[in-house]
């Protein structure tokens, strides 16, 4: 069995165990039905989740509504902006200030994004989604001296989304195109989120980049402390070459989210 099976095999797993438990607490009767519940409860004020529209660095297919928007800030160098243009069309724009102010071939490290999505059910949300990364992938990934290789790549991606903003699994698959190929396999991302205490989540996501010739999986998982405007997520990124240069646990990141 190929790394990308085993990863595929043990993602599945993961993801239909987050959609059970996804899908089984919005059935839940809301907080304080339970006179336990509610009497362990009652002493901590239970934030507003306005957080439902993304993961780390992914989207879900539950839209921003019109007009609302949130600045993401990621260990200080990266800055991320996405707007609701409509309550189903929403853009996205992010920068590397690190890469913009060293000198790197390609340029900085910025994105791009434009994303169509809404409900079809209760607790079903579907999208699609362009995006441009002004970067490689892996990104530290050597180029044979003398080979000329694009900055980056575009990514069209469809996704759906099961669950509320509390409690939720997003799947979505798209392909890759770097302006001169399209990529040799499909990109897949798996996200989730738990809302596990009054103002705490369990967060997950999981990238699969399927080329045949190199394949790459990047994985995240942390927690997001929930405030009615303000979230922050601590956590743990990793693929083989995080572990190989930073840590064998990976890399600790620490980001804010503030809305708008």
């Not at 595929?8 to 009767?29: D, G, I, K, Q, Y």
């Not at 539950?62 to 189903?88: A, E, M, R, W």
């Not at 690190?98 to 409900?119: A, C, D, H, K, N």
Request: proline share 5%.
């Amino acid at each position: 069995m190929t790394l990308v099976s085993k990863c595929l095999r043990n993602t599945l797993l993961l993801a239909l165990a987050m959609m059970l438990v996804a899908t089984s607490a919005h059935a839940e009767p809301p907080l304080g039905h339970w006179g336990l519940q509610k009497h362990r409860t009652s002493r901590v004020k239970r934030a507003r989740n306005t957080y439902g529209s993304h993961y780390f660095l992914s989207s879900t297919a539950i839209p921003l509504k019109k007009h609302d928007g949130f600045y993401k800030n990621t260990l200080v160098s990266l800055n991320s902006v996405v707007y609701g243009l409509t309550n189903n069309l929403s853009v996205g724009a992010s920068l590397d200030l690190v890469t913009l102010i060293r000198s790197r071939e390609g340029g900085p490290i910025y994105s791009g994004r434009l994303q169509f999505s809404g409900p079809v059910g209760e607790i079903i949300h579907i999208g699609a989604s362009v995006q441009y990364l002004n970067v490689r992938v892996p990104v530290g990934a050597e180029v044979p001296e003398g080979t000329e290789v694009p900055p980056g790549f575009a990514v069209a991606m469809g996704m759906v989304t099961i669950g509320s903003m509390n409690n939720q699994i997003t799947l979505a698959g798209g392909w890759t195109h770097d302006g001169e190929n399209a990529g040799d396999g499909p990109v897949l991302n798996i996200g989730g989120a738990l809302r596990l205490f009054a103002n705490v989540m369990l967060v997950t996501e999981h990238w699969i980049f399927t080329d045949p010739s190199e394949p790459f999986l990047t994985h995240s998982l942390g927690c997001r402390i929930l405030g009615d405007d303000l979230a922050i997520d601590i956590g743990l990124a990793y693929d083989d070459e995080v572990t190989t240069k930073v840590t064998p646990v990976g890399m600790p990141f620490l980001s804010a989210t503030l809305n708008f």
